[in-house]
């Protein structure tokens, strides 16, 4: 790549941060729906290019499906210059609520081409680039987005979650977030979860996991939990072209197996019919932003329609 920003969703910042193992473990009630799936993104988009035939699938047999953008996707400055057609270096907060708004607007659009309910998308609102920094946090000390200025957890063409189950947003902090996943899933009680995989190369796709993970393990979830990839290392996907016709390869790359620390072939794999890869790519195309001085982003996303979606379950070595 050209860049060495994250490629594929929009998002921001990469950094570090370190796992920690929650590992308390609760009685669960039975679930509200026989086949429930939550596909968790941590960005709007990252749901279509790793589970839209998976949602798809889900809801065609009468599944229940929700997605839940844990942020808006508020933290990439050179999306919401593309948005508000201004120089990167001269974007404010209102510019960052534009582009959140539109990506919360364009992922319940994709929704819907993918046959659910605009409804069924949950906004949680939280930071895009400071996930990780909150899963790290080890004082619960409330964060706010360096880009929009905000402190607490917000929606703008719908309430977020947390307020619309409490009546007020919820502050930036660890504590809110883990707070607001463990009550879904003990409301929603899933037969599968999909999160994006700990090896992913932006650090909010790990921290999803983390966050999720540990989640799962405070209500002793004991369904399905999947993991998809977006930002693979060194690069991802194979074939890195739309190809409808072929499935997801792994390749050698500067003499590096890719994807990096995962096992291939992967665990799961869902094979997609044409008509599915072509919503899919419709879905993807739902998501269409220009990015300031990343002229193949969309290229990029589009590049995850295969005929099929890859899976991972990490989990499933500790139980
Ligand atoms: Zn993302």
Redesign the pocket.
């Known amino acids: 790549m050209s860049h060495n920003r994250p490629r594929v969703?929009?998002?921001s910042t990469l950094l570090f941060a370190i796992p920690i193992c929650l590992l308390a473990a609760f009685a669960q009630p039975s679930p509200t729906h026989p086949d429930s799936i939550v596909v968790f993104?941590?960005?709007p988009?990252?749901e279509v290019i790793g589970c839209a035939g998976i949602i798809m699938q889900a809801l065609a047999r009468g599944a229940q499906v929700k997605v839940v953008a844990i942020t808006s996707?508020d933290g990439f400055p050179a999306a919401a210059a593309g948005v508000t057609h201004k120089p990167v270096d001269q974007v404010g907060p209102d510019d960052f609520l534009a582009l959140s708004r539109l990506r919360q607007t364009e992922s319940r659009t994709a929704l819907e081409i993918l046959g659910g309910r605009a409804a069924d998308l949950i906004v949680f609102g939280y930071p895009d680039s400071d996930l990780g920094n909150l899963y790290d946090s080890t004082d619960d000390k409330v964060f706010r987005q360096q880009f929009t200025k905000k402190n607490e957890t917000y929606a703008l063409i719908q309430k977020d979650y947390h307020t619309s189950v409490h009546g007020k947003p919820a502050p930036y902090q660890r504590s809110s977030v883990l707070g607001d996943l463990v009550e879904l899933l003990t409301t929603l009680q899933p037969t599968e979860i999909y999160v994006?995989d700990e090896t992913d190369g932006?650090i909010?796709?790990r921290a999803a996991f983390w966050f999720v993970r540990d989640a799962a393990r405070q209500v002793g979830y004991k369904g399905a939990f999947y993991t998809y990839l977006?930002h693979g290392l060194p690069s991802w996907p194979f074939p890195p072209e739309i190809t409808p016709n072929l499935r997801f390869e792994s390749r050698k790359v500067d003499g590096e197996v890719a994807p990096r620390g995962l096992p291939w072939p992967p665990p799961r794999r869902v094979p997609l019919t044409r008509e599915q890869a072509q919503r899919k790519l419709k879905s993807i195309q739902a998501h269409n932003i220009p990015v300031v001085g990343l002229p193949d982003h969309q290229k990029e996303m589009e590049s995850f329609v295969k005929s099929e979606e890859v899976f991972w379950t990490p989990l499933a070595r500790s139980r």
Do not use: I
């Open positions: 969703c929009l998002e993104a941590p960005h988009d990252d996707g994006t932006h909010d796709h977006v």
